[in-house]
């Protein structure tokens, strides 16, 4: 009959009746791992930083001499922060709540640095570039975290 709208199809409704999923407990621990993993690898951490340089490189379009001065300030900055979050997933049970804020707060360490050294539009620029990786670390963080992430996480 006209004005009659059509059941959905079954798989929709299904979708509709499936509670959302918080990060499974099993993922939880294979990424704490995971992270564990990377944060202690030397040359891991090494590698890590040299793409992210790589990246600031390209969206400042940085001289020889603003790269190093970058890496100088930017690894005391990370590696204090990598230090606190490696002890966070070490604790029993581990403390995700600490790992995602030493995220956060490095994430604030680096606006910081690079306002000073660039100033505010080079920074926007920045940010702009790490948006999308940004986004991705602390919503992973945050969902091991049991925090919401929608509208109380910034950065």
């Known amino acids: 009959p006209a004005g009659r709208v059509p059941p959905p199809p079954p798989q929709a409704d299904a979708a509709q009746r499936r509670p ?5 407990r099993p ?4 990424i704490r791992e995971l992270l564990l993993r990377d944060l202690q690898d030397p040359e891991k951490q090494r590698q890590d930083m040299q793409r992210y340089l ?10 020889g001499r603003q790269r190093s001065a970058l ?7 990370r590696d204090a922060r990598v230090t606190h979050a490696v002890k966070a997933l ?36 920045a940010r702009a570039s790490q948006l999308e990786r940004r986004t991705a670390v602390i919503s992973i963080l945050a969902a091991m975290a049991d925090v919401p992430w929608d509208q109380e996480l910034a950065w």
């Open 27 to 30: 993922a939880r621990g294979i």
């Open 90 to 125: 070490q604790a029993d049970p581990p403390d995700y709540e600490t790992v995602l804020d030493e995220a956060l707060s490095l994430y604030a360490d680096e606006d910081r640095m690079l306002k000073r050294m660039f100033g505010e539009e080079q920074l926007q620029r």
């Open 20 to 24: 959302r999923r918080r990060h499974p």
């Open 71 to 77: 890496e100088r300030e930017y690894l005391p900055l």
């Open 54 to 63: 790589d990246d600031f490189d390209v969206a400042l379009n940085l001289t």
